[in-house]
Nanobody, 127 residues
Framework: QVKLVESGGGLVQAGGSLRLSCAAS????????MGWFRQAPGKEREFVVA????????NSHDSVKGRFTASRDNAKNTVTLEMDNLKPEDTAVYYC????????????????????WGQGTQVTVSS
């Protein structure tokens, strides 16, 4: 059974930083691209960052480029999202998700292409 568990969310002031982690189990991590998505109250879920199976490629939404960085450690079955210079508009529940793929460079941004999802972790940025 595949399970994804996010952690690291919390309350931070604007300009601050947070590190989110996603621990995966029940799968071979290196078979999956990983994505981070977020959903703010009253809004649709949106793409944040994706990282390829081996971690060599990333793809970020324009709104987080230069501020958010994804990394992964397949040996430890974890994916990390470093978030710097946080803004109030980054407030949302953040989810990690897996996308099974044969491609070593795939970094999809569509949520309907992702297979498994975590339960989410709340990030709140105060102004």
């Amino acid at each position: 059974q595949v399970k994804l568990v996010e952690s690291g969310g919390g309350l931070v002031q604007a300009g601050g930083s947070l590190r989110l982690s996603c621990a995966a189990s029940g799968l071979i991590m290196s078979d999956y691209a990983m994505g981070w998505f977020r959903q703010a109250p009253g809004k649709e879920r949106e793409f944040v960052v994706a990282i390829s199976r081996g971690g060599s490629m990333t793809n970020s939404h324009d709104s987080v480029k230069g501020r958010f960085t994804a990394s992964r450690d397949n040996a430890k079955n974890t994916v990390t999202l470093e978030m710097d210079n946080l803004k109030p508009e980054d407030t949302a529940v953040y989810y990690c998700a897996t996308e099974w793929t044969l491609s070593g460079t795939r970094t999809g941004y569509r949520d309907d292409e992702y297979d498994y999802w975590g339960q989410g972790t709340q990030v709140t940025v105060s102004s």
